[in-house]
Each structure stands twice: as structure tokens, then as C-alpha cells.
């Protein structure tokens, strides 16, 4: 089977403002309904209509959803709930026995160092550790804040961004029987921020990117659905997004290469993951790498169904001057059966109509059609397969947009649009709009306050 993968690449302007744009209502597979994560991290259901109904999540999950994700049946949703550890107690639980014990090992060190340490304490950097051991300075620091001796506690309280140090931890759990009070699963726990997740074609497997406390890198990681395993590292280094083979064996994704702080080269790769029965393999093999390109973290790759890799990339010769240097990302479609085949998703022609950057976008269900999401909230629809571009939402806003748009179905994409020539985007509505019938209808307008101000940020907000 021929497979192609499209990916989103390296652009040098910045993309958004601040914070990038969430999948914040999400709608399942059969399009009868979403799930709605509000502002306070509380998780609805909607229907097509717009009706909102609240789940009752336990104590460990609510108030905390940051993002979501359909099983194929959408009858069953993948959570990722978010808190905030404060103290090493809190925190410790959540990492190996092996790795506690090496946080623990590297602060005796540190400690020593910090007893005769004069300087402020904020521009501390100890020289007894390996580079691999600064990776873990952050959680040695609280460690010490919280279990160091008289002396080094006293010192470190001088500082206030030790003092209100803290740890995000993050859990993926699987929410089912979904109605007021659901049945919930929780498959892991670990430290870091989650970015990323993608549930495998069948459902038994989940993918997902982490900003990783220690040593601040992303990571893609994969997970069976069944509880309490331990998630199975695929690469560290990788841009924020993946996706899965059409067969679910496999995962597509972008991965650095080079110290991660650099300015850097990275490739676009496949790794198996998982055997013919769906099981995670216990060894991974290595991963295969299809093309080159500028490393950015905010780089998306898809599979199509037809096993093509799709991307955003930039056409770069270096050396080059400044001016030289592009400033859009592109689309490119690579053929990993075929050496060296990498072209263009569109024309210049459909580039100079497009009003935005294509480096976040999302695809349609029939993998026809891209939704494209500007920083002024613009919302554009361009075909795949004419090239025809559609700016559904043309108008710019005072502030912006945090929905990123999400498809319905193939014909209808949902996303943040004015009502009655408001201007300012905190007024705005949810939408669903029909491409074929170039027209929408609002489904938001008895949603609860909480919900629609995570949809928006202000103007003067970064």
C-alpha cells in the first residue's frame, strides 16, 4: 500500500501571540456530539443542537481537563487532566523509584554546594553536576527546598520563584458510560505538561506528547488503554504533534535532531510500536526516517489514508540572507515508498490566496479539505484537492480566538464566528458552519459564562 504523509513545517515568523489555539470542543466520529472543556476545566457534552450537559467527574479529575479525545465507537472519550504538585511529597509519587533516588542523589551534592554558596541564590548554578544531572536541577531544588537542611532551606527561601516552585502533573484517563455521572479509568500519571494526544485507529492505544520536567524536552510517548501501564517512550526531542498510521501499527512524527536548544535540523520518521495484535512491542525498532527539514516544536505531520505523510515545510537554500529567509510555512507531501519525494500540497497561486500561516491546521474527516485558524481569528477552508481556497470567517477581531476549528463531518466545521457585528472576540459564538450550503448556525448561545471566556483572549493578554 502506497503511503504519503503531509506535514507542516518550520516557519521563521511567530505563529500566535501568546497561547496557541485548543481543540477545546471536540466532536466524535459520528458528529452527534462534543465535548466541551471550559475554562475552569470542566468538561461538557453537546449535542448538535448546542445543549450542554455537565459530567460529574471524580475528585481526581475535575476542574482539571485541559484536553480530550474520541474513541472510534463515540461512545467513549480520553481525558487529560492537569494539577499542580506544590511540594517534592506531592510530586514524588508520580516519578520511578530509580529516578526519585537519582533526584535524591544529585541533591546531596547540590547541597553541599549551596552551604557555601554566597552569591544570590537566584544566579546559583552548582558544578559538581554532569550535564545530564542539570537536567534534573529543577526538582533537586524543590527537593532541597522542601527536605535540605536548616541552612539551605533558609537559603533558598530568598527566592521566589523557588519558593512557589511547583510541578505539573498530568493524567490520561478514559471516561465512559457518558452520561451526568460516568464511568472513569485512569491509565497513567507522570510529570510534565501534556500537548499532544491521538488514539490509535482501533482505540486500544493512545499517543502522546509531554513537556517533560526533567530536562524540558518534548517527548512522544505511547500507552495501551488498559489501566495503571506505564506509557512506553517512542523519541525524545520531537515537535508537539503526532499521528498513526492508517493500520495503527506505526507512529509519524518529527523529531530533532541535535541539542534541542540549538537552532536545528530535524527529519520526519516512522516507528512501530505496536504488533500485529495490537499489542505495545517490549523493544522498538529503529525509527525510519523519510526527509529532512528546520526543526520547530510546533511542526504537524498526518498520515493520509492513502498512506501519504502530509507537512508544512519551508523551501530553504542555505546559506541565505535574512530576507531571504521565508516567512509562511508550506504544505508538502512526501511518498516514503519513493526516494526523495517531497512536493508541494498547493500552488503559489493558492499560497497568495490563503490570508494566513498553514502551519496549525486541521484536517477534514474525508481528508479533503484543511480549516486554517489566523492569529486575527480568520478561519479558512482550503480543498486538497482544487486548491480552492474559502475564507469562511473573514473578518478580524480585537483579541483573538483559543478555538482551534474542529470538523463536525466533512461538510461542516465548527469554530468562533461574530454575531450581530460584535468586534470584540469575547462576544463571539460558537458556529457550525456547512461549506455546502455557505452558511452557519450558533449553537453557544446559552452556554454558561465560564465555558465562552476560555474560548477568547483579549487583545491586551500575551
Known sequence: MNRFFMVACFVIAPLFAGCLPQELVVWSPDGNRSAVI??????????????????????????????????????????VAERSANSWDNAADVFEPQTRQRIIQIASKVQQEL????????????VSTSCQERDYIRLVLMYLRDHGNDDVRKKLAKSESIREMKVAISAIAICSSLNAKPQTRQITELAGENIYINVAPDGS????????????????????????????????????????????HSLVFIQATGDINDAQFGAIATRRVRDDSGAILADLPEPQKHAGLVFSKYLQVLCMLFFTMQMTAHEINLPCTTADLPQRASLYMINPARQVMLSPVFGRATYAEIPCDVRLFQLSPNREHIAVLSSDSEVTVVSLISGEVNIVQPIKAEGASRLMPTWRND???????????????????????????????????????????GFARSSDKH
Not at 552551604?115 to 552548582?126: A, S, T, W
Not at 510517548?221 to 498510521?245: G, L, Q, R, Y
Not at 468562533?416 to 452558511?439: A, C, R
Request: hydrophobic share 40%.
Open 115 to 126: 552551604l557555601v554558596y554566597e552569591g544570590e541564590i537566584d544566579k546559583f548554578e552548582p
Open 38 to 79: 471550559s475554562q475552569n476545566g470542566d468538561l461538557y457534552l453537546c449535542d448538535e443542537a448546542g445543549t450542554l450537559s455537565p459530567l460529574a467527574l471524580p475528585p481526581s479529575l475535575e476542574h482539571a481537563v485541559e484536553k480530550v479525545a474520541w474513541l472510534p465507537d463515540s461512545k467513549q472519550l480520553v481525558l
Open 411 to 453: 461538510d461542516e466545521l465548527c469554530f468562533l464566528s461574530p454575531v450581530d457585528g460584535q468586534e470584540t472576540v469575547e462576544n463571539w459564538q460558537v458556529v457550525i458552519w456547512s461549506l455546502s450550503k455557505g452558511s452557519g448556525r450558533t449553537i453557544s448561545e446559552t452556554w454558561p459564562s465560564d465555558v465562552m471566556r
Open 205 to 248: 492505544a493512545i499517543a502522546f506528547t509531554i513537556e517533560n520536567v526533567i530536562g524540558s524536552q518534548t517527548s512522544l510517548n505511547v500507552i495501551a488503554d488498559s489501566a495503571n501501564t506505564m506509557p512506553k517512550i517512542v523519541s525524545e526531542n520531537t515537535s508537539a504533534f503526532c499521528d498513526w498510521t492508517p493500520d495503527g
